[in-house]
């Protein structure tokens, strides 16, 4: 309340209405959704002020109806961000998320801050890794690469340049990690890249992402001379 002074003696007026301000809760952004396989989707997302827990909703369509599907509580070391990895989704499948925080006054006050902004991932197959591109004769590469394990198979590609020209000249099936290209011309420089694909619920393939380009040459085989001797006629 407030005073002012009359003759040496202080008049005071009347209390101020009481107010109370609940505590301002931000905005997370959700930085990353990327897909971890071919049937989970792991999101991150800055941690906010006043934040006590967030509130994942997901939808199947932008302007969709989002349902929740996780509550992830605040941490007691107050990291910068936070993660949630979404499983058992389906191959193939856009998905939509929003993230909304909390602040918990008590078990029966709340107050929300505003929804994120809508990102988007689609369910793919895993990238698979050419472990190895070396020649295997004198017209021949050989191939190896690390198995994905949510792949159904592997197409192949193959270029006389590193960045244009690729053409699909195999497709193998799963379990199979090797391919060996034949009829090149030796000495001539081929590069290879691989795509993994898989069946979605419907039988559609559903194609993953290119790995990174390998390159190799075919050359002949060393000769190796194991002994030499010599013999002189008379």
């Known amino acids: 309340k ?7 003696e202080r008049l ?5 209405v009481i107010k109370s301000a609940a505590p301002k809760v931000g905005t997370p952004t959700i930085y990353s959704a990327k897909c971890e396989s ?8 800055t941690a906010v002020e006043g934040a006590d827990a967030y509130l994942i909703y997901r939808s199947t369509s932008k302007d969709g ?13 107050n990291p910068t961000s936070y993660t949630y ?12 998320y929003k993230i909304r925080a909390y602040h918990k006054k008590d078990e029966e006050t709340k107050t929300y801050g505003k929804s994120s902004s809508v990102v988007s991932v689609k369910t793919i197959p895993g990238t698979a890794t050419i472990t190895t591109a070396v020649s295997a004769g004198y017209n021949s590469i050989k191939l190896e690469w690390d198995e994905v394990k949510d792949a159904d198979a592997y ?11 690729f053409k699909r000249i195999a497709t193998i099936k799963k379990g199979v990690l ?3 290209k034949k009829g090149l011309e030796t000495g001539g420089k081929y590069y290879f890249k691989i795509i993994t694909w898989a069946y979605d619920a419907n039988d559609n393939i559903v194609l993953g992402k290119y790995s990174r380009v390998k390159s190799a040459t075919p050359k002949p085989a060393k ?10 006629y008379n």
């Open 2 to 8: 407030a005073y002012t002074v009359l003759d040496g």
């Open 12 to 16: 005071y007026g009347k209390f101020s």
């Open 38 to 45: 071919a049937t989970s989707i792991k999101l991150t997302w």
């Open 65 to 77: 109806d989002f349902k929740f599907i996780k509550t992830v509580t605040k941490s007691e070391d």
């Open 85 to 96: 990895t979404n499983i058992k989704l389906a191959i193939g499948e856009t998905y939509y």
């Open 155 to 165: 197409r192949i590609y193959m270029s006389t340049t590193k960045d244009s020209g």
């Open 178 to 180: 090797t391919y060996t």
């Open 223 to 232: 000769v190796t001379i194991s002994s030499a001797t010599s013999s002189n």
